[in-house]
């Protein structure tokens, strides 16, 4: 399903949705760059499914697409909690906490994705990190 119209869910049509629906609502308004409605939909989905990993990924990402910088830290860091051997969740957590100009405290999520063989910007930032750090 392709969303082009700006999306107009009520809380109403959000509760009524299954689950499964709901987190591919939240995938599509996010691929169709609503990323504010769908946070609104994916929250409803982790509250349900706590301990979906997939569902916080989603929700973290809504949120850092929407430039709602603490909710998304607060979903990477639940994502972290679920998947600790994620690279990806490690390096998402870092972004969120850099954008926050948090560097020194994203360095240290970085290093974790860097040790994990993650992306080689990950190293970069934490060469950047230290360097001004001295």
Do not use: C, Y
Request: proline share 4%; aromatic share 6%.
């Amino acid at each position: 399903m392709t969303i082009h119209l700006t999306p107009n869910l009520t809380d109403q049509a959000i509760a009524e949705m299954e689950a499964f629906d709901a987190f591919r609502a939240g995938e599509d308004l996010l691929d169709s760059r609503f990323p504010r409605d769908a946070a609104r939909v994916l929250r409803r989905v982790v509250d349900e499914e706590p301990a979906h990993s997939a569902s916080w990924e989603l929700l973290g990402r809504a949120h850092f697409a929407a430039a709602q910088l603490k909710p998304a830290e607060e979903a990477f860091r639940r994502l972290v909690e679920l998947e600790p051997t994620s690279a990806w969740a490690q390096t998402a957590l870092g972004l969120t906490l850099d954008r926050q100009s948090r560097h020194g405290e994203g360095a240290v999520h970085h290093r974790m994705a860097a040790a994990m063989g993650a992306s080689a910007r990950d190293a970069t930032r934490v060469e950047l990190i230290d360097r001004q750090t001295g």
